[in-house]
């Protein structure tokens, strides 16, 4: 199975919203993640089951999505939000990481 | 508290092994399913390997499958990741992870990763 992301780098301002795509190549019902990671740091789950928040993570995040398309969406960039974000496959191996989506300050 | 401590990265010449060790604490060890993620330099996380919570069961990335072996000791709390045959492109920064809780789920705890460079 296949994880692809679009885009693959998008430029945004503090307080837009914004949405990054994952699709996978086969149904894998509603096990997907995303994770963020920043430069030098190590990734943070944010999100699994496609839409359940992990503790901790703010509300402005959230995730939709089943069989093979997911969004995640950011409403109201903060400047600690922008990082690379990554979606994962998790129901059996392997369990790809997408490409990654690098959200940077316009 | 959770703390996954990685260790025994370094410098290997092509064709050389190396052996990589995650020392878990603040958890019941023998209950969590484990794995390794690495990253190469500037690129993205790519998955490696899998091992249940009884270390019956592993799984590997066709990319290192037949060169990697990962083992874990119940008692000791230590996973490990056995690497030969290693090449260039094995280059990167390896993470110990640790899945969210039994069953299908993603990784809620990363090491701080331990860099392997394969150069001659």
């Known amino acids: 199975i296949q994880m692809t992301q679009s885009p693959a780098s998008l430029s945004a301002s503090v307080g837009d919203t914004i949405t990054i795509t994952c699709r996978a190549s086969?149904?894998?019902?509603?096990?997907l993640a995303w994770y963020q990671q920043k430069p030098g740091k190590v990734p943070k789950l944010l999100i699994y089951?496609?839409?359940t928040l992990y503790a901790g993570v703010p509300s402005r995040f959230s995730g939709s999505g089943s069989a093979t398309e997911f969004t995640l969406t950011i409403a109201g960039l903060q400047p600690e939000d922008f990082a690379t974000y990554y979606c994962?496959?998790?129901?059996?191996?392997?369990?790809?990481f997408g490409p990654g989506t690098k959200v940077d300050i316009k | 508290e959770v703390q996954l401590v990685e260790s025994g990265g370094g410098l290997v010449q092509p064709g050389g092994s190396l052996r990589l060790s995650c020392a878990a604490s603040?958890?019941?060890?023998?209950?969590?399913?484990m794995g390794w993620v690495r990253q190469a330099p500037g690129k993205g996380l790519e998955w490696i390997s899998y091992?249940?919570?009884?270390?019956?069961?592993?799984f590997y990335a066709d990319s290192v499958r037949g060169r990697f072996t990962v083992s874990r000791d119940n008692v000791k709390d230590v996973m490990s990741l056995q690497m030969n045959s290693l090449r260039a492109e094995d280059t990167a920064v390896y993470y110990c992870?640790?899945?969210?809780?039994?069953?299908?789920?993603?990784?809620?705890?990363w090491g701080q990763g331990t860099l392997v460079t394969v150069s001659s």
């Open positions: 603040g958890f019941s060890f023998s209950v969590y399913e």
């Open positions: 992870v640790r899945d969210l809780h039994g069953g299908a789920t993603p990784f809620e705890y």
């Open positions: 086969q149904d894998i019902e509603r096990y």
């Open positions: 089951s496609a839409s």
């Open positions: 091992i249940g919570h009884d270390g019956v069961v592993t």
């Open positions: 994962q496959r998790y129901s059996s191996a392997p369990r790809t």
